[in-house]
């Protein structure tokens, strides 16, 4: 005790100054020791690796990497085999790139279906006739001419600005002004001014208008009977007027509740017979398996002359309005799938007077199969019946959407649509003021989407992946009937007088008559099908065969890669740690 206190004391040091210092000594040692061994786990951790990542390159599948891992390989014959594996990488990513664009910009396909389809599958087509006499007088030379009216309308205009005829009643006011919307629109002025009276119903006007149905529609002939035209035909309001319909959908089943056109439907008796006894028909899933031969629409079971339907028309020289409809006279027929609202204006079949005219029907079908339904409608260019809902419409055609989008064109351009426009009962109908705007809109929209489309190219992107102002791509089940027409003579006089039949003329003077016969040219027929250019099952098989082309990679590859940077790994650094601490 006596020494230490010596020591301690010699070497100015007290005693607890003596035991602090070798508590700092012991620290330090244990500090030395851990940072040895964490330096020994880091080692530990990259020896694993090394480890790991050379039982790799020596057991994978995949091409060329075997010779990155031999340690005892020269250093070029490495970097050699390092730069074509990676060439190897860039190949294989450039082409998998273009796949995978070629998957998602144009994954659907059209092509021939497998089997033919029979006409029994498909309705007759929709047969919209429309005369091209507007206004029949009731009192020939007591009433004014449409051509009376509008030379003095002009004139007019043009001193005054002011249009008050002399001696014309309020009725042929009024039809005067409705004939201006389904006369040569083409040649209203821009500046017309909007003529005094009363907001009219045309559709009303053009029904006291129309010429006598049976003296125009003289007979007709369905599937070989013969009947009176008015049990098949409708009162179809269209651009040019008030035409008629066979085999079309009902106004009720096309327009919704709170359209004009809903509310003045008209019916055809013996359809509107048939068409109550049958459960509704859709373009997407057609006639019910219960369906009986007769049903709605009407369908036939062969091609032919006998299976179709024949029209006997007739005019009268004495009835005709060059001023009104030009020199061509007669008749347009239009046809049209049963679900489509006739556009008269944009395609016709003129049925002159004095002619035979034979329609063969080639129809067009597109159909879709099950696999494309999964996918975005911008995708396979098309909208399934559900997926785009109309404002006026129930039942979705590219034709109906169009209607409509020119309907709210024409709406936001002029503030009011044209009287055959679908429309709702608030809508304002344009007056005659208003006849250039409506007239011209149409073209303006078509220039408006023109210009889209032409500025998304130059900016060099797919105007088809881009919503468009209409959004009116075509149904992905569509329906088009191609026509192949022949006519020849019809001489209804001499035919007369060959049966000494002196009477009919009489009774129908001035009578000039054709007709028409529509059926299917052949009995079968090739449909389109949209389809899977690219699924995913094609996609990947497409990958695997460049993986495999370039690099010999499989789902097993990736699972083997896996293998040894997960469970391989944690075995290797788990026995190296172990050997390090013995």
């Not at 012991?26 to 020896?47: D, I, P, Q, Y």
């Not at 347009?332 to 609202?341: C, G, M, N, R, S």
């Not at 199969?369 to 975005?376: F, N, P, V």
């Amino acid at each position: 005790m006596f020494v230490r206190s010596k020591i301690g004391l010699d070497a100015g040091m007290t005693v607890s100054e003596f035991d602090i210092e070798d508590s700092v000594d012991v620290t330090t040692e244990h500090r030395n020791k851990n940072r040895l061994s964490s330096v020994g786990g880091a080692a530990a951790a990259c020896e694993g690796l090394m480890v790991t990542y050379q039982e790799y390159c020596e057991h994978t599948s995949i091409h060329g990497v075997q010779y990155l891992g031999e340690r005892q390989r020269p250093m070029p014959e490495r970097i050699f085999w390092l730069i074509a594996f990676l060439i190897s990488i860039y190949g294989c990513s450039m082409l998998i790139t273009s796949a995978y664009t070629k998957w998602t910009e144009t994954p659907v396909i059209v092509s021939f279906a497998e089997k033919s389809t029979p006409v029994w599958n498909i309705p007759f087509p929709a047969v919209t006739v429309c005369s091209e006499t507007k206004r029949v007088l009731k009192q020939k030379g007591k009433e004014t001419t449409y051509a009376d009216l509008y030379s003095q309308f002009s004139e007019e205009m043009r001193a005054s600005r002011i249009f008050k005829p002399q001696n014309v009643s309020a009725l042929e006011m009024e039809e005067f002004r409705t004939l201006l919307h389904v006369c040569n629109t083409q040649i209203i002025d821009e500046d017309m001014p909007l003529i005094a009276g009363d907001d009219l119903d045309y559709f009303e006007v053009l029904e006291r208008m129309l010429p006598q149905f049976d003296r125009y529609f003289f007979y007709c002939r369905w599937l070989s009977r013969f009947g009176e035209c008015e049990k098949f035909f409708r009162k179809t309001l269209t651009e040019e007027g008030i035409c008629y319909t066979f085999n079309g959908l009902r106004a009720t089943e096309i327009y919704r509740e709170d359209t004009y056109q809903y509310q003045h439907s008209g019916e055809a008796l013996e359809m509107e017979n048939i068409s109550s006894r049958h459960s509704p028909w859709t373009l997407e899933s057609g006639y019910a398996h219960s369906s009986d031969v007769e049903t709605f629409p009407a369908r036939v079971l062969s091609a032919g002359a006998r299976s179709g339907i024949f029209l006997a028309l007739q005019s009268f020289k004495q009835e005709v309005d060059y001023a009104c409809r030009g020199p061509v006279q007669g008749f347009k027929v239009l046809l049209h799938a049963p679900d489509d609202v006739p556009q008269v204006s944009k395609q016709f079949v003129r049925i002159p007077m004095g002619k035979e005219v034979l329609i063969a029907v080639k129809p067009s079908m597109i159909t879709m199969s099950s696999g494309i339904a999964e996918y975005h409608p911008l995708r396979r260019q098309c909208f399934l019946s559900q997926e785009r809902s109309l404002r006026f419409f129930k039942v979705y055609t590219e034709s109906n959407c169009q209607l409509e989008c020119l309907a709210n064109f024409t709406l936001t351009k002029c503030g009011c649509v044209k009287f055959s426009m679908p429309r709702n009962m608030d809508m304002p109908v344009c007056g005659e003021d208003k006849i250039h705007c409506y007239d011209r809109a149409e073209r303006q929209l078509l220039v408006r989407e023109f210009k889209r489309v032409r500025a998304l190219n130059a900016a060099h992107e797919d105007w088809r992946g881009v919503e468009s102002a209409c959004n009116c791509m075509p149904a992905c089940t569509s329906l088009v009937y191609n026509t192949e027409i022949s006519q020849a003579n019809f001489d209804l006089e001499e035919m007369l007088m060959a049966e000494g039949d002196t009477e009919f003329l009489q009774e129908y003077p001035g009578s000039q008559m054709s007709r028409l016969s529509i059926y299917f040219k052949q009995s079968q027929f090739i449909t389109s099908k949209r389809s899977e250019l690219y699924g995913v099952t094609e996609f990947l098989a497409n990958c695997g065969g460049i993986f495999g082309l370039f690099m010999g990679f499989s789902i097993l590859s990736m699972v083997e890669m896996i293998y040894h940077f997960t469970l391989r790994l944690f075995t290797n650094l788990k026995r190296l740690t172990k050997v390090q601490k013995q």
